[in-house]
């Protein structure tokens, strides 16, 4: 396990000071210098050894005024941040399985009835808080919710203040993935899952107007793993879902629930059959809550994460494989699998096209929604890549005549602690050559790989192509920007935010923005949730080397 002082700040500190030795504090980009503005992290009191068995996460969430009786809008798509962000919070998709051991529960999803979930006025979870009590406070502004070991921490994102202003640890289990909807209609809109397997909807403007030492208000599903008792990996709202969300396990299932469901009735599926093929189950009666399993795989479902307008839902697992499916359909579109290992995260492009992946063969993967198969890898990690996340505010130089982006700025973040800029222009994708077994690329005949060539049927999922077929891509910028392995990355308007597995989080300002709003602090990175209501923000995080 690493040794977390490495990567702490001072308490006193809330800038670029408390940077460790050998860290840079700023990176350049062709469109100028990305400077390192202040950091969060947790409280210095915790050691290390209580949260070595979990990885941070990072969830942004925007609360707006308190809502009017009049009628919201609909639920705003996942998109993990981690992997763009979005006009009330997001989650940036790249969802991921905040463990960093895999682990093979081996369940079917039968369970208990009578289990699925209960409303709870409050829950076995101590809560510490320095927000004065205030039973009007409304809770309006920018906050980063993120886990570390047993507790969840809350930090108030518009103030320099490395410290959380709340912190909320749970006694039995530690929260290991999270996220937030800001057109809940009835005021849960933070989801946060377990690694028991437990998985709670709350409010969290609640959480900062209470002071107690409890959660408070709490829906609870999936109580004592009574459906599932392996751990959480990834959790979404389902983008236009009206209060429905959906939950990954380590053991490759996906449940569906509606959130007002109290789930009194039998919540136990049938046994899975065939743990290798992709099968969906719906629960035996109406009011059973979760609604239905999906098994997508054997092993760890790593990270999920749904296109923007909610139709696909991506998913990548230690079985390797990218596979997509229509959500509303319950069918699998298509699919590949990673050059070498497991898949850790998924994110995807604003406009539905393209497909980002990252994982243990230390490849960011672009796959190609129109193709069908992967069009792109991009080769700079010296280690796993843990977080990937299309850049939707960056302008491209570039469009064609009908206004349509040609180019995409994406990035990643690995265990090599490295922050790594990527630019793709398909256009300037270079197509290999076939190479006959002697040796030289044939030049002659033009003709390009099978792989590159073939057309995919649907549903079929795609073995590794070779590395000789696929058009690889180097970073534009690669930054070592923490001292330990890092878990996530987020892209808001002003800025690019950095975790690490530890639960230090650095913002790094927008070449131009620190300048200009440095003297305003109260401003920083609160438009960038306002002005993008179709983006997401949460840090996406994955499962990491022992």
Avoid at 7 to 30: D, E, R, V
Avoid at 359 to 379: F, H, I, N
Wanted: aromatic share 8%; with cysteine.
């Amino acid at each position: 396990m690493m040794n977390t002082a490495n990567g702490m700040m001072s308490p006193s500190s809330s800038s670029a000071t408390a940077q460790s030795p050998g860290l840079k504090t700023y990176f350049k980009t062709p469109e100028g210098r990305y400077k390192l503005q202040y950091e969060k992290t947790h409280p210095s009191g915790l050691l290390h050894y209580a949260h070595g068995k979990t990885v941070t996460q990072v969830t942004l969430a925007h609360l707006k005024d308190k809502p009017a009786p009049s009628t919201p809008t609909a639920s705003s798509s996942s998109f993990s941040a981690s992997s763009g962000v979005r006009s009330a919070a997001a989650r940036l998709l790249g969802g991921s399985n905040g463990s960093r051991a895999l682990s093979f529960v081996g369940g079917n999803g039968g369970s208990k009835s009578n289990g699925g979930n209960s409303r709870i006025g409050s829950i076995g979870a101590s809560s510490s808080s320095n927000l004065m009590a205030n039973a009007n406070f409304d809770g309006k502004g920018t906050y980063l919710i993120f886990n570390v070991g047993d507790a969840i921490f809350i930090s108030d994102l518009n103030s320099q203040d490395k410290d959380p202003i709340r912190s909320i640890h749970f006694s039995n289990s530690n929260p290991v993935c999270h996220a937030f909807d800001q057109d809940a209609k009835d005021g849960h809109d933070l989801l946060i899952g377990l690694n028991s397997g437990d998985v709670y909807s709350v409010s969290l403007r609640q959480q900062l107007q209470d002071v107690g030492k409890k959660l408070v208000g709490a829906q609870h599903y999936n109580k004592d793993g009574s459906v599932n008792n392996s751990r959480c990996t990834c959790i979404a709202w389902v983008p236009g879902g009206d209060g429905a969300f959906v939950v990954s396990h380590a053991d490759g299932n996906l449940y569906i629930y509606e959130k007002n469901k109290d789930g009194a009735g039998d919540s136990s599926f049938p046994v899975i059959k065939d743990q290798t093929q992709f099968s969906v189950s719906h629960a035996r009666y109406s009011k059973s809550n979760p609604i239905a399993r999906w098994h997508i795989c054997q092993g760890s479902i790593n990270s999920i994460s749904f296109s923007f307008d909610g139709v696909y839902l991506a998913t990548v697992g230690r079985d390797g494989y990218l596979r997509v499916f229509d959500y509303s359909k319950e069918q699998l579109i298509c699919g590949g699998k990673s050059y070498y290992g497991a898949l850790l995260c998924c994110a995807w492009s604003m406009d539905g096209k393209y497909i980002l992946t990252g994982g243990e063969d230390d490849l960011v993967q672009v796959w190609s929604m129109e193709d069908r198969k992967v069009v792109a890898w991009g080769e700079g990690h010296n280690s796993w890549v843990s977080g990937v996340a299309f850049d939707s505010y960056w302008s491209s130089p570039n469009s064609d005549d009908n206004g349509e982006t040609i180019m995409y700025r994406f990035g990643s973040v690995g265990q090599d602690t490295q922050l790594l800029l990527w630019d793709l222009e398909m256009d300037e994708i270079v197509v290999p050559l076939r190479r006959p077994p002697g040796g030289s690329p044939t030049y002659s005949t033009g003709s390009q790989s099978a792989h590159w060539d073939s057309v995919v049927p649907l549903g079929t999922l795609q073995p590794a192509p070779s590395m000789r077929d696929v058009p690889k891509i180097s970073p534009l910028v690669a930054h070592r920007v923490h001292t330990e392995p890092l878990s996530g990355l987020i892209f808001t308007q002003e800025s690019v935010l950095t975790a690490c597995r530890e639960g230090h989080i650095k913002i790094w300002m927008r070449p131009g923005v620190a300048e200009s709003q440095s003297s305003n602090s109260e401003t920083l990175l609160a438009t960038s949730l306002k002005e993008k209501p179709s983006l997401s923000s949460k840090i996406s995080n994955s499962s990491y080397k022992q």
